[in-house]
């Protein structure tokens, strides 16, 4: 026997209303009530928060590296030194996020832009409807707006998140800053001056037997 299934499609826009718009709201249909997902006061995301800082460890959206190329993520396991960092931009389109959101069941502070997620996934595949930092499945239903976010975005300013400024470091004791400029260093060796001496001595060290010389490529870390 066949089956047949008529959907109705919801454009991302539209659905990201619904999304926002209260459960009860008598602008939607009934069956749309179901969307309105659910949203965090400031008070009850900085809970959350405190509630990973509890754990003892340092949660971040990416992995940072030291010169050494050892990973920095933890520094320090003395509760008074424990703090949580994350980042305000979206890990999807690396722009600063208008309505943080992220699932019920992530277990990671981190969020993304709620409307970039379902622009994301308004084409059919495979991988709809994945976290964009965990990668776990999560729909439209068991996404949760994090107040406390939203409001670190308004106190902050749009404006003054970039990709070179974009982390908040959270204390155990609930206060939070915003982080200052990602540093551009070398992997702590010192750049050599184009055509200096220590230029030259590079280019005779990677020089092979065909008389042609080539450089060693230069790995330089962004954090």
Not at 98 to 117: A, E, I, S, W
């Amino acid at each position: 026997a066949i089956q047949v299934a008529v959907l109705e499609y919801i454009a991302p826009d539209s659905l990201h209303e619904l999304c926002l718009s209260p459960s009860t709201s008598s602008l939607s249909p009934s069956s749309y009530n179901k969307l309105s997902i659910q949203k965090l006061t400031k008070d009850e995301g900085m809970a959350v928060a405190m509630e990973y800082l509890k754990k003892d460890a340092v949660v971040v959206d990416d992995d940072d590296d030291d010169g050494n190329g050892k990973d920095t993520t933890i520094t320090s396991t003395t509760p008074a030194d424990i703090t949580l960092t994350f980042s305000l931009l979206c890990s999807m389109s690396m722009t600063a996020m208008t309505t943080p959101v992220r699932g019920k069941q992530c277990r990671h502070m981190q969020c993304f832009d709620l409307r970039n997620y379902l622009h994301t996934n308004a084409t059919v595949s495979g991988g709809r409807w994945r976290c964009g930092v965990c990668e776990d499945f999560v729909p439209v239903e068991d996404l949760v707006v994090d107040g406390m976010m939203v409001n670190m975005l308004e106190e902050i300013g749009k404006n003054k998140i970039s990709g070179s400024r974009d982390k908040i470091q959270m204390s155990k004791n609930g206060s939070w800053k915003f982080m200052e400029e990602n540093r551009l260093r070398y992997g702590g060796k010192k750049r050599p001056a184009v055509g200096g001496e220590d230029d030259e001595d590079s280019l005779k060290k990677t020089k092979p037997t065909n008389g042609v010389a080539r450089q060693e490529s230069e790995v330089i870390e962004l954090i």
